[in-house]
Protein backbone atom coordinates (compact mmCIF):
# COMPACT_ATOMS: atom_id res chain seq x y z
CA UNK A 1 0.00 0.00 0.00
CA UNK A 2 2.63 2.46 1.04
CA UNK A 3 5.06 1.40 -2.06
CA UNK A 4 2.33 2.41 -4.67
CA UNK A 5 1.29 5.31 -2.93
CA UNK A 6 5.01 6.16 -2.73
CA UNK A 7 5.44 5.53 -6.83
CA UNK A 8 2.82 8.06 -7.68
CA UNK A 9 4.52 10.68 -4.51
CA UNK A 10 7.90 10.11 -4.75
CA UNK A 11 9.85 13.43 -3.73
CA UNK A 12 13.42 13.35 -3.77
CA UNK A 13 15.03 15.70 -1.98
CA UNK A 14 19.09 15.46 -2.34
CA UNK A 15 19.70 16.54 1.08
CA UNK A 16 22.80 15.35 1.41
CA UNK A 17 25.25 17.62 0.95
CA UNK A 18 27.53 19.02 3.97
CA UNK A 19 27.43 22.29 4.75
CA UNK A 20 31.70 22.94 4.54
CA UNK A 21 32.55 25.82 6.40
CA UNK A 22 36.06 25.60 5.00
CA UNK A 23 34.71 27.46 1.89
CA UNK A 24 33.90 30.24 3.82
CA UNK A 25 36.44 33.20 3.76
CA UNK A 26 37.12 34.59 6.80
CA UNK A 27 38.65 37.41 5.50
CA UNK A 28 36.92 41.05 6.15
CA UNK A 29 35.75 43.00 2.97
CA UNK A 30 35.30 46.32 2.42
CA UNK A 31 32.15 48.53 2.78
CA UNK A 32 31.12 48.51 -0.64
CA UNK A 33 31.52 44.93 -0.88
CA UNK A 34 29.67 44.23 1.91
CA UNK A 35 26.33 46.56 0.63
CA UNK A 36 27.29 44.37 -2.61
CA UNK A 37 26.74 41.06 -0.58
CA UNK A 38 23.73 42.19 1.65
CA UNK A 39 21.94 42.80 -1.58
CA UNK A 40 22.40 40.16 -2.91
CA UNK A 41 21.64 37.70 0.12
CA UNK A 42 18.33 39.86 0.41
CA UNK A 43 17.48 38.92 -3.01
CA UNK A 44 18.11 35.27 -2.09
CA UNK A 45 16.05 35.33 0.94
CA UNK A 46 13.11 37.00 -0.45
CA UNK A 47 13.25 34.41 -3.57
CA UNK A 48 13.92 31.50 -1.06
CA UNK A 49 10.45 33.04 0.60
CA UNK A 50 8.55 32.61 -2.53
CA UNK A 51 9.63 29.16 -3.04
CA UNK A 52 8.12 28.52 0.51
CA UNK A 53 4.90 30.02 -0.87
CA UNK A 54 5.00 27.56 -3.76
CA UNK A 55 5.51 24.54 -1.69
CA UNK A 56 2.18 26.27 0.20
CA UNK A 57 0.67 25.97 -2.95
CA UNK A 58 1.31 22.19 -3.75
CA UNK A 59 0.46 21.10 -0.48
CA UNK A 60 -3.24 22.64 -1.11
CA UNK A 61 -3.69 21.53 -4.58
CA UNK A 62 -2.27 17.96 -2.98
CA UNK A 63 -4.73 18.09 -0.46
CA UNK A 64 -7.90 19.34 -2.46
CA UNK A 65 -7.25 16.53 -4.79
CA UNK A 66 -7.11 13.78 -2.61
CA UNK A 67 -10.24 15.00 -0.83
CA UNK A 68 -12.05 14.88 -4.84
CA UNK A 69 -9.77 11.50 -5.30
CA UNK A 70 -11.81 10.00 -2.24
CA UNK A 71 -14.90 10.91 -3.40
CA UNK A 72 -15.15 9.89 -7.04
CA UNK A 73 -12.26 7.58 -7.20
CA UNK A 74 -10.60 9.06 -10.37
CA UNK A 75 -7.54 6.84 -10.28
CA UNK A 76 -5.83 8.27 -13.08
CA UNK A 77 -6.64 12.20 -12.41
CA UNK A 78 -5.12 11.59 -8.68
CA UNK A 79 -2.05 9.74 -10.51
CA UNK A 80 -1.19 13.02 -12.72
CA UNK A 81 -2.06 15.14 -9.91
CA UNK A 82 1.05 13.33 -7.62
CA UNK A 83 3.09 13.04 -10.82
CA UNK A 84 2.73 17.37 -10.84
CA UNK A 85 3.57 17.86 -7.13
CA UNK A 86 6.33 15.98 -7.22
CA UNK A 87 7.55 17.77 -10.25
CA UNK A 88 6.60 20.89 -8.14
CA UNK A 89 8.47 19.59 -5.05
CA UNK A 90 11.65 18.19 -6.54
CA UNK A 91 11.86 21.32 -8.75
CA UNK A 92 12.02 23.69 -5.19
CA UNK A 93 14.06 21.19 -3.22
CA UNK A 94 16.96 21.93 -6.25
CA UNK A 95 16.83 25.72 -6.07
CA UNK A 96 16.67 26.09 -2.06
CA UNK A 97 19.99 23.69 -2.44
CA UNK A 98 21.31 25.96 -4.64
CA UNK A 99 21.10 29.01 -2.28
CA UNK A 100 22.62 26.46 0.45
CA UNK A 101 25.61 26.11 -1.70
CA UNK A 102 25.64 29.95 -2.50
CA UNK A 103 25.16 31.00 1.04
CA UNK A 104 28.44 29.05 1.58
CA UNK A 105 30.03 30.62 -1.03
CA UNK A 106 32.76 33.07 -0.09
CA UNK A 107 30.57 36.13 -2.23
CA UNK A 108 27.82 35.68 0.49
CA UNK A 109 29.80 33.75 3.67
CA UNK A 110 26.52 33.19 5.43
CA UNK A 111 27.19 29.90 7.02
CA UNK A 112 24.21 30.47 9.60
CA UNK A 113 21.52 31.36 6.40
CA UNK A 114 22.67 27.86 5.00
CA UNK A 115 22.29 26.20 8.14
CA UNK A 116 18.80 27.72 8.66
CA UNK A 117 17.69 26.40 4.75
CA UNK A 118 18.89 23.26 5.55
CA UNK A 119 16.74 23.18 8.62
CA UNK A 120 13.72 24.25 6.85
CA UNK A 121 14.49 21.55 4.04
CA UNK A 122 14.45 18.84 6.62
CA UNK A 123 11.08 19.58 7.80
CA UNK A 124 9.72 19.96 4.73
CA UNK A 125 10.99 16.81 4.01
CA UNK A 126 9.29 15.21 7.57
CA UNK A 127 6.01 17.06 6.47
CA UNK A 128 5.77 15.42 3.23
CA UNK A 129 6.78 12.08 4.13
CA UNK A 130 4.10 11.95 6.79
CA UNK A 131 1.85 13.49 4.22
CA UNK A 132 1.78 10.82 2.72
CA UNK A 133 1.63 8.49 5.26
CA UNK A 134 -1.51 9.87 6.30
CA UNK A 135 -3.23 10.06 2.38
CA UNK A 136 -2.37 6.18 2.53
CA UNK A 137 -3.97 5.89 5.78
CA UNK A 138 -7.44 7.77 4.59
CA UNK A 139 -7.47 5.34 1.45
CA UNK A 140 -7.00 2.22 3.09
CA UNK A 141 -10.24 3.29 5.72
CA UNK A 142 -10.42 1.66 9.65
CA UNK A 143 -10.26 -1.88 9.07
CA UNK A 144 -13.33 -2.29 10.76
CA UNK A 145 -14.85 -0.38 7.78
CA UNK A 146 -13.23 -1.54 5.08
CA UNK A 147 -14.79 -2.75 1.70
CA UNK A 148 -14.73 -6.74 1.13
CA UNK A 149 -14.25 -7.70 -2.56
CA UNK A 150 -16.52 -10.36 -3.70
CA UNK A 151 -14.73 -10.90 -6.91
CA UNK A 152 -14.29 -14.76 -5.38
CA UNK A 153 -17.61 -15.75 -4.61
CA UNK A 154 -20.01 -17.53 -6.44
CA UNK A 155 -22.86 -16.19 -7.89
CA UNK A 156 -26.38 -18.31 -7.59
CA UNK A 157 -28.21 -15.34 -9.87
CA UNK A 158 -27.42 -11.60 -11.17
CA UNK A 159 -28.74 -10.57 -7.83
CA UNK A 160 -27.48 -13.31 -4.87
CA UNK A 161 -24.57 -14.86 -4.04
CA UNK A 162 -22.46 -17.48 -1.82
CA UNK A 163 -20.37 -15.19 -0.04
CA UNK A 164 -17.14 -16.79 0.93
CA UNK A 165 -16.10 -13.94 3.30
CA UNK A 166 -19.12 -14.72 5.96
CA UNK A 167 -17.47 -15.89 8.74
CA UNK A 168 -18.81 -16.68 12.55
CA UNK A 169 -17.86 -13.67 14.78
CA UNK A 170 -15.92 -14.88 17.67
CA UNK A 171 -14.76 -12.70 21.22
CA UNK A 172 -11.40 -13.75 19.49
CA UNK A 173 -12.07 -11.86 15.82
CA UNK A 174 -13.49 -9.13 17.93
CA UNK A 175 -10.41 -8.68 19.78
CA UNK A 176 -8.15 -8.94 16.56
CA UNK A 177 -10.58 -5.86 14.77
CA UNK A 178 -10.88 -4.04 17.75
CA UNK A 179 -6.73 -3.92 18.15
CA UNK A 180 -6.39 -3.30 14.59
CA UNK A 181 -8.58 -0.56 14.90
CA UNK A 182 -6.44 0.81 17.69
CA UNK A 183 -3.22 0.51 15.46
CA UNK A 184 -4.46 2.41 12.98
CA UNK A 185 -6.14 5.02 14.96
CA UNK A 186 -2.89 5.59 16.73
CA UNK A 187 -0.61 5.63 13.14
CA UNK A 188 -3.11 8.51 11.79
CA UNK A 189 -2.90 10.64 14.90
CA UNK A 190 0.58 10.43 15.45
CA UNK A 191 0.97 11.16 11.38
CA UNK A 192 -1.17 13.84 12.14
CA UNK A 193 0.29 15.09 14.99
CA UNK A 194 4.19 14.79 12.79
CA UNK A 195 2.96 17.04 10.49
CA UNK A 196 1.89 19.57 12.99
CA UNK A 197 5.26 19.16 14.77
CA UNK A 198 7.05 19.98 11.20
CA UNK A 199 4.93 22.83 10.31
CA UNK A 200 5.51 24.52 13.20
CA UNK A 201 9.11 24.23 13.32
CA UNK A 202 8.88 25.14 9.63
CA UNK A 203 6.94 28.46 10.54
CA UNK A 204 9.80 28.87 13.48
CA UNK A 205 12.64 29.35 11.29
CA UNK A 206 10.84 31.49 8.24
CA UNK A 207 10.47 33.84 11.01
CA UNK A 208 13.91 33.94 11.35
CA UNK A 209 14.25 34.28 7.61
CA UNK A 210 11.79 37.16 8.21
CA UNK A 211 13.77 38.98 10.74
CA UNK A 212 16.98 38.41 8.94
CA UNK A 213 15.46 40.38 5.59
CA UNK A 214 14.08 43.20 7.98
CA UNK A 215 17.53 43.57 9.31
CA UNK A 216 18.75 43.70 5.78
CA UNK A 217 16.48 45.78 4.70
CA UNK A 218 17.07 48.04 7.51
CA UNK A 219 21.01 48.57 7.03
Do not use: W
Not at 88 to 103: H, I, T
Not at 106 to 124: G, S
Not at 136 to 144: C, E, F, N, T, Y
Not at 169 to 185: L, M, Q, R, S, V
Amino acid sequence: MMEDFEKKVSITEKMESDIDEATCSSSSSSSSSSTTSSSKTLHLLRSFLAIQERRAQAYSKLKSGFAEYMVSGGELAYQQLCSEITQEFNDCSKQVLEMESLFMNPDYCRIDLAQLLRAIQTQEKQKLQLTATIQVLKKAGRPSERLVSHENCRYKTAMEHECVHVHEITENAGTEEAEANAEYDNALKEAIRGVQNAVTAINEHLEEVRYEIAALEAE
